[in-house]
């Protein structure tokens, strides 16, 4: 059997997973699961019970593979649980269950500026303090009584028993946040959440070892240590920094899945860069505390909306030669989409998504426009941040040749990096609790497609309204 292994959970909005690790950063086994929105209480709420129940079935299997020494929770910044002695106390707000009007009106009129918080105004439930604005009028008691707990500091607790939050977590267009003063908002200060937020913890720290149940029920050894945990898309950054090409410099990383964020190192200062509220633009906070500008939008959704698969959808990286040749042909014709098909989201959230022209019939036509629309839009996001160092493309979509070949061509000027590490999450989790992970961290350099795509483009943005919206300031 094996010693020392340790366990990574990613508690995602579309999936959970469980990732089982040696000490030397060899994946030995994985699990996901689909999450399904429940309700409960009125509202549109996480499944946190199912997934706990689906969490120790998987621990349970895993701790016959190796004695698992430690595991460490990741989870998305859109979600938070009110926690007391006997348990949790509501379920979880699914971020995009829809507030009665009133409640967000009234919210709406207390936030802060985005100047101060770097958190845009978002629609549903995204910044989490609508969420807990919207409890304190449904649960009052709860909330009166309870500790705030962010999304993966929440899967610590229950393996743990320690409450905590953590500073990427809350620094994630929640509203409760002040990036680089490292203090919870007026907002969070004046409802009373500032001081109900859970004691403030580092992602590296070790909360305790795993409860008593938990090892009771999923045969964990008495030493299997818990962490705090990290938000998903800074474990990603985190573990950017593993590669030597990036070690002391200035860089961006494009993390691609359901959401793609583009997040900007920048050393020293940050405020060089006045970033458009209006196009999804928001700073986060790195681990350390810094703050880092990012914009996003929610490609892994506009694909599914754009490709309409009717069985399985196409694997770009098994077919990339037929999607090269069908993005060529869509560029010469001129056939693209328009932002957006996620509304209230992205660099064009008031825009509607329709095909400029029929839309094709066949998948793999419909797939290499999808493709080239991901570029389209990622090069709008990076422009929005003043993206302009190295740039690191991750995650799913990382294995989509037009995607990634497309970006690479409207930015010619910037070197763009495909990463060789195919779990950067997971990996980035594995850094914070001091895995002995390889040092070959190579990156492969992007050939960009050998396309004109200045024509696409200029006709894209002009018809998506890029005109409309100002680009980032003072970068």
């Known amino acids: 059997m094996r ?16 990732t089982m690790w040696s000490r ?11 999450n399904e929105a429940a309700s409960a209480e009125g509202y549109a709420c996480l499944d946190a019970a199912g997934i706990a129940a689906w969490l120790e079935d998987v621990l349970k299997s895993f701790s016959r593979i190796g004695e698992i020494a430690a595991i460490v929770p990741v989870g998305h910044g859109a979600a938070a649980c009110i926690v007391d002695e006997n348990g949790l106390c509501v379920p979880p707000v699914d971020y995009e269950a829809e507030l009665p009007p009133e409640t967000r009106a009234r919210y709406l009129a207390l936030r ?44 610590a607790w229950l393996l743990s028993g320690v409450i905590a939050t953590e500073i990427s977590s809350l620094g994630t267009h929640t509203d409760l946040w002040v990036p680089g003063e490292n203090r919870p908002s007026p907002l969070a200060v004046s409802r009373g959440w500032a001081e109900r937020l859970a004691p403030l913890r580092n992602a590296s720290d070790v909360l305790s070892p ?27 950054l985190f573990a950017a920094r593993m590669h030597k090409e990036m070690d002391e410099r200035e860089f961006t990383v494009l993390s691609t899945g359901t959401w793609f964020v583009a997040m900007r190192m920048i050393k020293g200062k940050t405020d060089r860069i006045t970033l458009p509220e209006r196009r999804d633009c928001l700073v986060n906070v790195d ?15 506009e694909v599914e909306a754009i490709e309409e698969p009717q069985g399985d959808p196409i694997d770009p990286s098994a077919h990339a030669g037929t999607l090269l040749h069908r993005a060529a042909h869509a560029v010469e014709a001129g056939l693209f989409v328009l932002p957006s098909f996620q509304k209230g989201v992205g660099p064009f959230p008031d825009r509607t998504g329709h095909w400029l022209s029929t839309r094709p019939k066949d998948p793999f036509d419909r797939r290499a426009v ?17 993206s302009a160092e190295r740039l ?22 910037q070197a763009v990096y495909l990463s060789r590490m195919q779990d950067t999450v997971p990996l980035g989790a594995l850094r914070l609790a001091g895995a002995e992970l390889p040092q070959d961290s190579a990156l492969e350099r992007v050939e960009p497609l050998d396309l004109d795509l200045r024509a696409y483009a200029q006709r894209w943005n002009e018809l998506a309204g890029q005109a409309d919206f100002p680009l980032a300031a003072g970068v």
């Not at 020392?4 to 469980?18: E, F, P």
């Not at 999808?370 to 003043?386: E, H, T, V």
């Not at 991750?394 to 061509?409: K, N, Q, S, Y």
């Open 210 to 236: 795993v409860r008593k149940e938990w090892r009771a029920r999923c045969d964990l050894p008495a030493g299997c240590l818990v962490y705090c945990g990290v938000h998903d898309s800074n474990a990603a």
């Open 370 to 386: 999808a493709s080239l629309y991901l570029a389209l839009m990622a090069n709008a996001s990076l422009d929005l941040i003043g």
């Open 287 to 301: 681990v350390f505390g810094s703050p880092v500008p990012s914009a996003r939008f929610m490609g892994g959704r």
């Open 24 to 34: 030397e950063g060899r994946l030995l086994d994985r699990r996901t699961r689909p």
């Open 3 to 18: 010693h020392g292994c340790i366990v990574v959970l990613d508690v995602g909005k579309t999936l959970a997973k469980v």
């Open 392 to 413: 690191i493309v991750e995650g799913r979509f990382a294995a989509d040749p037009v995607f990634t070949r497309a970006l690479a061509a409207l930015r010619p000027t």
């Open 112 to 155: 802060d500026p985005f100047a101060l918080t770097g958190s845009p105004c978002l629609p549903a439930g995204l910044n989490l303090g609508t969420q807990l604005f919207w409890l304190d009028e449904i649960a009052p008691h709860a909330m009166r009584h309870g500790r705030i707990v962010t999304w993966a500091q929440y899967w």
